[in-house]
T-cell receptor, first 113, second 111 residues
Framework: DSGVTQTPKHLITATGQRVTLRCSPRSGDLSVYWYQQSLDQGLQFLIHYYNGEERAKGNILERFSAQQFPDLHSELNLSSLELGDSALYFC????????????FGEGSWLTVV | SQKIEQNSEALNIQEGKTATLTCNYTNYSPAYLQWYRQDPGRGPVFLLLIRENEKEKRKERLKVTFDTTLKQSLFHITASQPADSATYLCAMGADTDKLIFGTGTRLQVFP
């Protein structure tokens, strides 16, 4: 158990809908990362927050947004969902903003039908 | 653009042998490199971190090398066991606060 908690574990939703994925980092960790993993793309970096502030952005679609709250938990919002958004979404946390080990949650499986 | 390449073909080896996985990068100057293990449907698990000023790092049966001239990292598992079968991911980071992953190499260790 990495100490990173993600909910929900599984989610099935229809195209055009909006979902929110939630992540609670390990106790004491200030950094939260979001990754998308699909079969043909590998782990794609979406966004990184450190102590409530956005620190780096990857290839995150405009339909996707994220935030980190004062209690350090984070949410990834996915809207206007398309079939191609079906993937495993991972949250990871770390103590520092860079140069350290990151700990992954077990992921949220999103299926768009 | 930044690119990290790992052999997409699975590596099949016999138990007891040394497995060597390769990670190459282009258009990037990472300050550090990490290796993770991922089992199907699970989150990646950290194994080793090596910084740009380090040539080699070891942890039990694992060894990582980092050659900034060749832009390559090698990951070795000695005395491999069937329980080592998994996908292994390399990841690179710099001071940009991004941690970029390769697509991973699947290792299968046969008894």
């Amino acid at each position: 158990d990495s100490g990173v908690t993600q909910t929900p574990k599984h989610l099935i939703t229809a195209t055009g809908q909006r979902v929110t994925l939630r992540c609670s980092p390990r106790s004491g960790d200030l950094s939260v990362y979001w990754y998308q993993q699909s079969l043909d793309q590998g782990l794609q970096f979406l966004i990184h927050y450190y102590n409530g502030e956005e620190r780096a952005k990857g290839n995150i679609l405009e339909r996707f947004s994220a935030q980190q709250f004062p209690d350090l938990h984070s949410e990834l919002n996915l809207s206007s969902l398309e079939l191609g958004d079906s993937a495993l979404y991972f949250c990871a946390s770390a103590q520092l903003s860079s140069g350290n080990t990151i700990y992954f949650g077990e992921g949220s499986w999103l299926t768009v039908v | 653009s930044q690119k990290i390449e790992q052999n997409s073909e699975a590596l099949n080896i016999q138990e007891g042998k040394t497995a060597t996985l390769t990670c190459n990068y282009t258009n990037y100057s990472p300050a550090y490199l990490q290796w993770y293990r991922q089992d199907p449907g699970r989150g990646p698990v950290f194994l080793l971190l090596i910084r740009e000023n380090e040539k080699e790092k070891r942890k039990e049966r694992l060894k990582v090398t980092f050659d900034t001239t060749l832009k390559q990292s090698l990951f070795h598992i000695t005395a491999s066991q069937p329980a080592d079968s998994a996908t292994y991911l390399c990841a690179m980071g710099a001071d940009t606060d991004k941690l970029i992953f390769g697509t991973g190499t699947r290792l299968q260790v046969f008894p």
